[in-house]
């Protein structure tokens, strides 16, 4: 991913500005939530768009305890980047890179008999114990392991592994499905079953360093779910991780990104003109036409089209017609802003310009999507950089 750390007043076609004292202030407003608990700063996914070894390293200066990725690539990017302490992965397939891991020192998630059968032969190559956390499926139905049989049988031949010096169990874990809907009766149910999975581990000699279940939502709203670790990815940007459960403000946490473009021309068109491919735009009379510079290679979605939101001179205006790979057109009904006046898709909301969360109203998706999807094409500009900032 780009990173463009210097002069943020440049003027660029478009940029995604990164608050990493939002998102250092996040981290602190996270960890007194969930005091009892360790911090794991999810930095999946180039951290959810923002740039991972930038807000890898604001979260660990501001005492985020643990660093998760999906994939191992991404844990050994941070690793590589100089990132200490602990570094989390749980998107395993078969053939990857495990022997770099665990000479990277990074815990691996293993769900299954394949993946602990890789780790073990990568642990012996490489002279090292792997670090390994067992994950069960305590109800979510993706990745971790069922309950009953195939839990007994993994963490057997997971403390059979530990006592040949080939692994060391460092954690149980799970995932929620529905943390995001309170009440949701699975909720009760996956910490039911997450107790008795880890009763049973422990019964059979497993000491693990950390249990965990709670993503951001649980973090957030459900603090009998934090156990020894919380792992806490799109509340760390800012973001609520549903409008439902209230908004960034009601949890004390600030949107980390900021986008933005440069309007690339504004022009006076007749009433009638067709606007943007398949012309589902119309102006009803004469008016003014603004370009926004940005379109859906840049991640503004096209089912946004014809309802995105964007701040320009002030006014809120609504995308007019199709977004296009690289630019959309908006309505500024007369007004005459210049060519390089600021257009703002959505920040903190406290210039009154739109949030994500906005955005993802438009498009009939979920926060976590729109900013998650900005591309590579938009200059990441990190602002607040040092720790005082
Ligand atoms: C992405 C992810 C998280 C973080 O989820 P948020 O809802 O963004 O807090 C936590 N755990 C796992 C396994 C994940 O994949």
């Known amino acids: 991913m780009t990173e463009t750390a210097t002069a943020p007043t440049a003027p660029l076609r478009a940029r995604a500005e990164i608050d990493l004292a939002a998102l250092r202030a996040n981290v602190r407003t996270l960890r007194a939530l969930a005091p009892d608990a360790a911090l ?65 020192d990074i815990d691996v998630s293993v769900s299954g008999m394949w993946a602990l059968a890789e780790v073990v032969a990568a642990a012996r190559e490489a002279g090292i114990p792997a670090r390994v956390q067992l994950k069960a499926d305590t109800g979510l139905g993706r990745n971790g392991c069922q309950p009953g049989e195939d839990w007994a049988e993994l963490v057997g031949a997971a403390l059979r592994a530990e006592a040949d010096g080939l692994v060391r169990i460092t954690g149980l874990w799970s995932h929620f499905a529905c943390a995001d809907e309170p009440g949701h009766p699975s909720i009760a149910l996956q910490l039911t079953r997450f107790r008795e999975m880890l009763a049973y581990a422990e019964e059979q000699g497993v000491r693990p360093e950390v249990r965990h279940i709670a993503n951001s939502a649980a973090t957030l709203t459900l603090p ?100 296009a790979m690289d630019q ?62």
């Open 40 to 104: 794991m700063a999810v930095v999946k996914s180039e951290a959810y768009g923002h740039g991972a070894v930038p807000c890898a390293r604001a979260a660990v200066e501001a005492g985020a305890d643990w660093l998760g990725t999906a994939t191992p690539e991404e844990a050994l990017a941070l690793r590589a980047a100089g990132l200490p302490g602990r570094i989390m992965c749980w998107l395993w397939t078969p053939g990857g890179p495990w022997r770099q891991a665990v000479e990277a």
């Open 224 to 323: 009998e779910t934090h156990f020894d670790l919380v792992r806490t990815g799109i509340a760390l940007y800012g973001i609520s991780p549903s409008p439902e459960l209230g908004s960034p403000a009601d949890f004390g946490l600030r949107p980390v990104m900021t986008l933005s473009a440069s309007v690339a021309l504004v022009k006076h068109v007749p009433g009638g003109h067709g606007v943007s491919y398949g012309h589902h735009y119309i102006t009803p009379g004469a008016t003014t036409l603004g370009l926004v510079p940005v379109g859906y290679a840049d991640g503004v979605p096209r089912h946004a089209s014809g309802t995105g939101p964007v701040l320009v001179g002030g006014k809120w205006r609504t995308v007019a017609g199709r977004v």
């Open 328 to 389: 959309f057109v908006v309505d500024l009904g007369g007004d005459e802003p210049e060519a390089g006046t600021e257009a703002v898709l959505f920040g903190p909301g406290d210039r009154g310009e739109p949030t994500a969360e906005d955005w993802a109203q438009a498009a009939g998706t979920i926060a976590y999507e729109i900013v998650t999807r900005i591309g590579t094409r938009v200059p990441r500009v990190y602002v607040n950089e040092e720790q005082s900032g």
